[in-house]
């Protein structure tokens, strides 16, 4: 096992992938992708060609959604 100096940093709110993103929200990966093109969908930055989510950004969006 090689064992490096590099420090581990713990980011308090991690970006989510569209995949984990998704299933957060109980939804599939289509619905989510189809919410954003119709900017309709939370809000997400695309970083290095990847599609990020913050949590609390998903928490805002549901909320912000009408309850049933």
């Not at 980011?11 to 939804?27: H, Q, T, Y």
């Not at 939370?42 to 969006?61: C, S, T």
Request: no cysteine.
């Amino acid at each position: 096992m090689i064992k490096t100096d590099t420090p581990t940093v713990e980011i308090p709110n991690p970006p989510l992938l569209l995949e984990e993103a998704a299933a957060a929200l109980r939804m599939s990966v289509t619905t989510l992708r189809e919410l954003r093109n119709k900017g309709k969908g939370p809000k997400a930055r695309m970083i290095a060609g990847k599609l990020l989510f913050r949590v609390n950004d998903l928490d805002q969006w549901l909320e912000q959604q009408p309850e049933s």
